[in-house]
């Protein structure tokens, strides 16, 4: 069996959740319900982040300590989660246990090699980004090149990772695996950056600075830089490190029996690209571990010109779309609404327009198909076969995959409401009210029937990875217990199944302030 294993980044423990961080969440499960769909043993890894100067912060404000403030907000996140049908395998902290000794293991694996050597350092840190930035990076202002907040003067003796060795086999992988880096845009920038001399990377704090951290193994009086910590979340979860095994067996080299690593598929927003497309490759080639397959980059949603952001206090709180419209809804919207890899806007209005497919489109042809069984065929799918719409559905099929097989998640689902779309004509074409007032067509209207029925199955299977809900329920609706998986396509059957037909899927919705069109 195939196996899949991706990831998402993990969020940090600084507030709960908002409709940015649920859009990359939602595209992880998305992708990870698509590859169970094929079958495949998907391992699908979320988590929080919850080291570091900017949580140690959150919860100094709230006037909580750190752990406390990190359970809260861990689980804020895995309610949310929940809510939102996020099917993850495995939710990582990295305050438990097993990940800090993994990143124990990974940081005395660099130092043994010789990658590690203690400087000062000077220079200038934003906390918002948990990074430094060069001068020019800053610029004249000083501030973050993300969210334009000041940086910190800091100057301080910093353990250091030798990076800059590996800057030329960096280079080399990213243009010998020109699919690495997806999309082409996000390639491009990364090998920009890398066109000028890679430093050497700090991998410490003092801990007289920051206090909730991991400490070094080998000077206790630094903690390990977060992004450092965060990242090595990844493998912790793949069990490719042994973190009670003694040094030489722990499995730092080649992909050990029954790992996970390396992952198939790293998901990041833009803001992160360079520390997953340059921090930690070569973290990972310093303690001879292999690269992950892939790295894709989305864009940000935007609220007008600026990126939705807690620090920016312009968030949409996803959690409250749910309550009005439903988990499907929202995750219809952010994927459907979304070209990967672009930022796209959030505003109301396009919101109640992408939930009006729904309602128009998806919800019309269920209700109108299981009406209609019920009315002309006593809620039995007909036994004839249903030959209609074949074509069309092939080309749905076809053009669903080649989308998903290039993250074109969008298109996908385009793809998919186009073949609804397409039912909703054959019904207009068929009139089947006027086949079933006519004793001579009683085969033709059992034609159409079963060809809307097998439509409506085909769909929940296509629907599925988006609306998982509605999916199932229609699933059950036209009698199947599940919606099928693509192996289950191939020898579908509808015919004289009992179908029922329950409320709208997607109710019409009136939100104060606004009205659907
Ligand atoms: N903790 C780090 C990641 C460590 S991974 C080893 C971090 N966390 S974060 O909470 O600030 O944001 C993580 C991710 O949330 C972003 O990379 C992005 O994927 C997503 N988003 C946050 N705001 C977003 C938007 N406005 N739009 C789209 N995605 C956004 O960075």
């Known amino acids: 069996m ?128 948990e990074r430094y930035f060069t001068e020019k990076e800053i610029g004249p202002d000083r501030v973050d090149p993300v969210a334009g907040k000041p940086v910190e003067r800091i100057e301080e003796t910093n353990w250091f ?26 390639k491009n920038e990364v090998l920009g950056f890398l066109s000028q001399p890679l430093g050497d990377l ?10 909730w951290g991991i400490p070094l193994p080998w000077d206790p009086d630094h903690v390990a830089y977060v992004w450092v910590d ?79 952001s807690k620090s920016l206090g312009n968030v949409v709180d996803p959690l409250g779309l749910r309550e009005d419209f439903g988990a499907d809804a929202v995750r219809w919207y952010l994927i459907r609404e979304m070209s990967t890899g672009q930022d796209a806007s959030y505003t109301p209005e396009r919101f109640l327009t992408r939930y ?62 186009d073949l609804a779309r397409d039912a909703n004509g054959y019904v207009e074409a068929r009139e089947p009210w006027a086949q079933a007032k006519d004793p001579a067509q009683s085969d033709e209207l059992d034609e159409t029937l079963t060809t809307l029925a097998r439509v409506l199955a085909v769909l929940t299977c296509l629907f599925e990875p988006v609306m998982p809900g509605k999916s199932r329920v229609l699933a059950a609706r036209i009698g199947l217990g599940e919606a099928p998986t693509f192996a289950d396509l191939e020898t579908l059957v509808v015919e004289g199944k009992v179908v029922t037909r329950g409320e709208p899927l997607f109710p019409r919705v009136e939100v104060e302030g606004t009205r659907e069109t």
Not at 88 to 105: G, M, N, P, S
Request: net charge negative; aromatic share 10%.
């Open 2 to 129: 195939d196996s899949f294993y991706l990831t998402t980044p993990i969020y940090y423990a600084s507030g709960p959740p908002h409709l940015g961080h649920a859009y990359t969440t939602i595209l992880g499960d998305v992708l990870a319900r698509y590859h169970r769909r094929r079958s495949e043993d998907v391992l699908f890894l979320t988590g929080t982040d919850e080291h570091g100067q900017k949580i140690q912060a959150a919860a100094a404000e709230a006037g909580m300590g750190p752990a406390e403030w990190c359970d809260r907000i861990a689980t804020q996140f895995k309610d949310a989660w929940a809510n939102l049908e996020v099917s993850y395998d495995r939710f990582i902290r990295t305050t438990e246990a097993d990940h800090k000794a993994v990143v124990l293991a990974f940081l005395e694996e660099l130092y043994a090699n010789g990658q590690i050597y203690e400087a000062e350092y000077v220079g200038w840190y934003s906390v918002g980004q």
């Open 161 to 186: 990772f030798r990076m800059g060795d590996f800057q030329e086999r960096l280079v080399r992988h990213i243009e010998e695996n020109p699919e690495w880096i997806v999309p082409q845009t996000r």
């Open 202 to 211: 700090s991998i410490s704090r003092p801990r007289s600075r920051v206090s």
């Open 230 to 308: 965060a990242l090595v979340n990844y493998v912790t979860a793949s069990g490719q490190i042994r973190p009670d095994g003694a040094r030489g067996a722990q499995g730092f080299g080649p992909r050990r029996e029954g790992s996970r690593w390396p992952a198939d598929l790293h998901l990041v927003g833009k803001d992160i690209l360079t520390t997953h497309a340059v921090y930690w490759p070569t973290l990972l080639m310093g303690a001879g571990l292999p690269l992950p397959d892939k790295i894709l980059a989305h864009g940000w949603w935007v609220v007008g010109e600026t990126k939705m």
């Open 356 to 417: 009006g497919e729904l309602t128009n489109i998806l919800g019309n042809l269920a209700h109108r198909t299981l009406s209609m069984i019920a009315r002309y065929r006593d809620g039995i799918v007909p036994g004839v076969p249903g030959q209609g719409l074949t074509s069309e559905t092939e080309q749905a099929l076809r053009t669903y995959h080649s989308a998903m097989a290039e993250y074109r998640l969008h298109e996908a689902m385009a793809a998919a409401m």
